[in-house]
């Protein structure tokens, strides 16, 4: 069965598209189908996998991308998903398995300038185009920005779990503070709109420590990450079965680099020998197998 799963924090600037696009590489490595859902009007998930000349054509025609669905409103979420995304310098396919569904600038529309029905709110129209195509996936993952307004809306309302990128800071923990309450918003709002099929509304199920540079001691964070998801969890605002995770992934040069490749780490790392590149990548294989391992106990 299909596992849906948005990446959220309220803080920005946690790492969250280096660390959902390196885990879906290394889901895709695993042998799992993967479809990767950028909802950030930022698009860095599209334009990094792929890269600025085959976005920059996407971008440019205002067609393809994901706001398509919505205005006009003649395309279809099928349509939009780009097969097999990760390209070598030649063109050839580099990472079977994970798929793109690709977003551009104008996605901000959505928040101004897009009226709709509000019988058919945005987060619907794209949750049953899902529906039509996710069984093809063992994961479906929404790369979300950092807020739950209406582009946000759409992975949260169509997932079943929620993962929150965190850093070792006061802030991180601020930003899990007020996603909750905001989560807990919506999901009283969009209920009506549920059916028994979709499942139960998300809840937070884990904290993912990124980012991490040398010499941070996080203990002292974590504990206190902790100390409020224990009262989110008691609260029955997170998943009972919440956990922040073992794995946690360091900071390292070689996930900027990665970006200007337009690669995921993990193919980074298959033409260098470097320690440092190494140990970053195990740390988001580690990611994706706590992940899978998780997800059996939901």
Not at 270 to 281: F, G, I, L, M
């Amino acid at each position: 069965m299909v596992r849906r799963i948005a990446f959220i924090n309220y803080k920005g600037g946690v790492g969250k598209t280096s660390l959902i696009v390196n885990t879906a590489a290394c889901l895709a490595k695993l042998g799992q189908r993967v479809l990767l859902c950028d909802f950030d009007t930022q698009s860095n998930t599209s334009i990094w996998l792929l890269k600025l000349d085959r976005w920059n054509k996407i971008n440019a025609a205002g067609e393809g991308a994901l706001y398509s669905i919505f205005d006009p409103g003649r395309a279809k979420l099928r349509d939009l998903v780009v097969p097999d995304v990760v390209q070598d310098k030649a063109g050839a396919m580099a990472l079977p398995g994970l798929d793109l569904v690709p977003t551009t600038f104008n996605l901000v529309d959505l928040e101004s300038d897009y009226e709709g029905d509000p019988k058919r709110p945005a987060y619907l129209i794209f949750q049953q185009q899902l529906a039509e195509i996710e069984d093809g996936y063992d994961f479906v993952l929404f790369d979300c920005p950092p807020n739950i307004l209406r582009a946000s809306q759409c992975g949260i309302f169509s997932a079943n779990e929620i993962y929150v990128p965190a850093n070792p800071d006061a802030l991180s923990l601020i930003g899990f503070t007020l996603l909750v309450e905001k989560l807990y918003k919506f999901h009283a709002l969009s209920a009506s709109f549920r059916t028994g099929a979709m499942g139960p509304a998300a809840q937070v199920q884990g904290i993912i420590f990124n980012s991490i540079k040398t010499g941070t001691d996080i203990e002292v964070p974590k504990m206190r990450m902790q100390l409020r998801l224990n009262q989110y969890k008691t609260a029955k605002r997170a998943a009972p079965t919440a956990k922040i995770f073992d794995a946690q992934v360091r900071d390292a040069m070689v996930v900027r680099r990665a970006v200007t490749l337009g690669l995921p780490v993990v193919l980074v790392s298959q033409e260098a020998s470097d320690e440092t590149q190494d140990n970053v990548v195990n740390d988001y294989r580690k990611v994706a197998a706590e992940l899978v391992r998780h997800g059996g106990r939901l």
